[in-house]
């Protein structure tokens, strides 16, 4: 049982609870770790700081500031920022929780988005971390939830495993 | 004649389920939802025992239980109301996941 996750306040989740989903420790945005969204926060300085957004020049700012991961919110590629998170060995977080947000052509959508980006990342050698980012307690997911929607779409059982050791 | 090899998954649901029978039918057609008519067949899902007011232990066959894992993750409503399923741990017999649920180690343990 070494898996963290990240989640927000509002999911009022407990430790007997986060264990009995397999995880040593729920990380509390704005508690254990500090979540940006830096498409409505403007300050780009992002130090130790988990990034979440679309705006990629902001992101790219984010992550050349020292972010620790970054969660692009439309799952699109964009090379210059892939670039230089590898350059920063800044880590790519992927969140399934909009996953349970959005149903049918969404999710499928979603699934296709979140495929690409990951083959992505891996060609090109930026370390992945996986977490639900839940809002709300119906959002949350096991560990072994995580894990398949990671192998769905498309990582390795061993690199699943570590993406979900890999935050905190 | 083979047999066929299954497994038994620990399920607990956000909300508690006060009709197991219908439950288990509502179960099925949001599991026929996701899944789809072409995979149900492969899942062949039973509830088999519900441990406590929220946790249940489901019995599907091997090959399926990747999409039964998927398909819970993927149920959000049932029969109109927010619903949610974790998916707590599995097993190849039912006697060897109830001896994880009574020693509290259903979590993500395969």
Known sequence: ?168 | MMRDKRRYVVVESYNAVDNPDLFQRRLIAALLQVAGEANLFRLNPKIVKFVDERRFIVRTSLEGMRQLVLALSFITSIDGKEAAFYTLGSSGTILAIEKKIKKGQTSASR
């Open chain 1, 1 to 168: 049982m070494e898996f963290n996750d990240i989640v927000y306040p509002t999911c009022n989740a407990d430790a007997d609870f986060a264990a009995r989903l397999g995880f040593k420790r729920l990380l509390v945005a704005g508690k254990d770790v500090e979540i940006r969204d830096i498409d409505r926060d403007k300050n780009t300085n992002a130090k130790d700081c988990v990034v979440i957004g679309v705006n990629k020049p902001r992101l790219e700012a984010a992550a050349k500031s020292g972010a620790i991961a970054i969660s692009i919110t439309d799952q699109r590629i964009d090379r210059k920022l892939m670039q230089t998170m590898k350059e920063r060995e800044t880590k790519l977080l992927i969140s399934f929780a909009v996953l349970k947000e959005t149903g049918g052509n969404d999710r499928q959508r979603t699934l296709y988005m979140m495929s690409k980006l990951l083959r992505h990342a891996v060609k090109m050698r930026i370390e992945v971390c996986f977490a639900s980012m839940a809002r709300s307690r119906l959002h949350m997911l096991s560990t072994m939830q995580i894990i398949e929607l990671a192998k769905l779409i498309g990582a390795e059982e061993d690199a699943a495993r570590k993406g979900l050791k890999q935050i905190g």
